[in-house]
């Protein structure tokens, strides 16, 4: 597993602070045999290629890993990776929040970036083609979260619903599982997800 990490340039990509140069140790920390190194791994791959609800360039060049460990029995705490990945599904671009040039705040974005020398179109367009990677990317491996709708967890399963709910294409597939999910489901916040979903998605 995790073989051909190596051939990627991770040195040259970026995450939420800064280069992506430590994120191969922290996939191959996901699979420690040691509890709690899993656990710091998986924590700051949560705040580095999924911050705060967006993606970053470095997304999309981690998921088929983390897709490859759902994949393999020998996996220990798949739970917790099928969070991540649904939450990359479900992310957005770092510079969505601040598009209404009426915002205090995204003014001062707009204008930090220009001190920069940096335009906010550009960065907002380069944003926005992270998620379609990283969307693209956990498409490739969408069977693999469906499981996790009956998870014993609710967070688990409501993560996975919402993920679900961002590939129409693949309607087909999941609002049967998603029919079914909901028809067991007792916690409040996990049915309006499902319900929220299958809206979206029928």
Same mark, same amino acid.
């Given at each position: 597993m995790l073989e051909d990490l190596q051939t990627i340039h991770w040195q040259d990509l970026h995450h939420a602070y800064g280069t992506a140069g430590d994120v191969p140790d922290l996939l191959k920390g996901l699979l420690s045999g040691d509890e709690d190194a899993r656990?710091?791994?998986?924590?700051?791959?949560c705040g580095t290629i999924w911050h705060q609800g967006t993606v970053r360039e470095a997304s999309a060049f981690a998921v088929p890993y983390l897709l490859e460990m759902l994949r393999s029995p020998k996996t220990m705490d798949k739970a917790g990776i099928a969070v991540l990945v649904a939450?990359?599904?479900?992310?957005?671009s770092p510079l969505e929040l601040y598009t209404d040039p009426e915002d205090e705040m995204s003014r001062l974005v707009c204008a930090a970036l220009a001190d920069q020398g940096r335009n906010f179109e550009t960065e907002l367009c380069k944003g926005q083609e992270w998620v379609r990677a990283t969307r693209d990317a956990v498409g490739s491996g969408l069977d693999l979260l469906i499981p996790y709708l009956g998870h014993e967890e609710s967070a688990v399963r409501e993560a996975v619903a919402r993920a679900l709910s961002r590939f129409?294409?693949?309607?087909?597939? %999941?609002v049967p599982f998603l029919e079914h999910a /909901?028809?067991?489901? %007792?916690?409040?916040?996990v049915r309006e997800? /499902?319900?929220?979903?299958l809206d979206e998605l029928t």
């Open positions: 656990k710091e791994s998986l924590y700051e791959l939450e990359l599904a479900d992310g957005s129409p294409e693949r309607a087909g597939d %999941t /909901l028809q067991s489901e %007792t916690e409040a916040y997800t /499902l319900k929220t979903a």
